[in-house]
């Protein structure tokens, strides 16, 4: 298999998944300055973020009908990888369990989703035609690193090594304070506002019917 062209190990895309998207883009736009639009060149009309002039992400409208209730309104990054399955299957190993088993995302690329030993979800991109995000290093309103805050962070550190084969990119393991040890996830420091914009979409969705995805939504979709 061909590395993507970040790298493998490289965090390359997010994707916002909310009941409420003209709420959460008006959010995002006044905290983040970053600006929602239909991608009028997918055929699929789907709705992605930018920031700096940079796409940065795309977003999941929980409330269509392929969603079941479960999951509620949040913020998922991918990580690039060469093989989708190969890495499944060294995670799993490792200790991970699977969410969403490896899928092809038409012609754009195969993803999964897994949850980490430590309890963090994350999902895995081997692109095809979409590569994810591709924005200067610096640029202004992007992920720049990401970090995960859990309560045991040597073991994370050491599965993601393991899992990608490398030492994941411009990521750190840091130990959480107090109850966030309880729910460990990947956040972007860099884009700090995105914290407060997934529990603004969480609070949003609440007056709605909760949904989830029936099958991972791969980061090219809206």
């Known amino acids: 298999m061909s590395a993507p062209p970040g790298g493998v190990g490289e965090f390359c895309w997010m994707d916002v998944k909310t009941r409420d998207l003209p709420g959460t883009a008006a959010f995002f736009s ?4 970053g600006r929602f639009a239909v991608d009028e060149e997918d055929w699929r009309r789907a709705t992605k973020i930018s920031a700096g002039g940079h796409r940065i992400g795309g977003v999941s409208d929980l409330a269509h009908p ?10 998922a990054y ?15 190993a490792d200790g991970a369990r699977l969410v969403v088993a490896p899928f092809d995302a038409g012609d754009q690329g195969r993803t999964a989703t897994l949850v980490d030993p430590v309890g963090a979800a994350f999902s895995l991109w081997q692109p095809r035609r979409f590569t994810g995000w ?4 610096r640029s202004a309103g992007v992920p720049q690193r990401m970090v995960l805050a859990c ?8 599965f993601y090594r393991k899992a990608l084969g490398v ?9 959480a304070p107090g109850p966030a040890a309880s729910a460990p996830r990947w ?7 995105t914290r407060t914009a997934s529990s ?23």
């Open 167 to 175: 030492r994941p990119a411009r990521a750190d393991f840091v130990t």
């Open 200 to 222: 603004h979409a969480q609070a949003v969705s609440a007056r709605g019917p909760c949904s989830a995805p029936r099958r991972a939504v791969g980061p090219w979709c809206g």
């Open 151 to 158: 309560d045991r962070p040597e073991r994370a550190r050491d």
């Open 78 to 92: 991918y990580l690039a990888v060469d093989d989708v399955d190969r890495r499944v299957e060294a995670a799993t």
């Open 66 to 75: 392929v969603h079941p209730p479960g999951t509620p309104a949040h913020i």
């Open 134 to 137: 591709g924005f200067p290093p």
């Open 187 to 193: 956040d972007s420091p860099s884009a700090s506002t």
């Open 30 to 33: 006044k905290a983040l300055g």
